[in-house]
């Protein structure tokens, strides 16, 4: 199965661990974070990890 990047930098996607669809960057979010860009690599999308 492939991992779709449905989450985007600018979202709250509530809490939980993100992966940067880029580089596998593993990103923690709380409840009300915004995602940022990815501090490794700048990318926008990531998925759910
Ligand atoms: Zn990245």
Same mark, same amino acid.
């Given at each position: ?11 709250? #996607? ?6 940067? %669809? ?9 409840? +009300? +974070?915004?995602?940022?860009? %990815? #501090?490794?690599?700048?990318? =926008?999308?990531? =998925?759910?990890?």
């Amino acid at each position: 199965m492939s991992r779709v990047c449905q989450y985007k930098t600018g979202e709250r #996607p509530g809490r939980g661990s993100y992966t940067c %669809c880029n580089c596998g960057f593993c990103l923690k979010l709380g409840a +009300d +974070d915004k995602m940022p860009p %990815c #501090p490794n690599c700048n990318n =926008t999308t990531f =998925t759910k990890a």
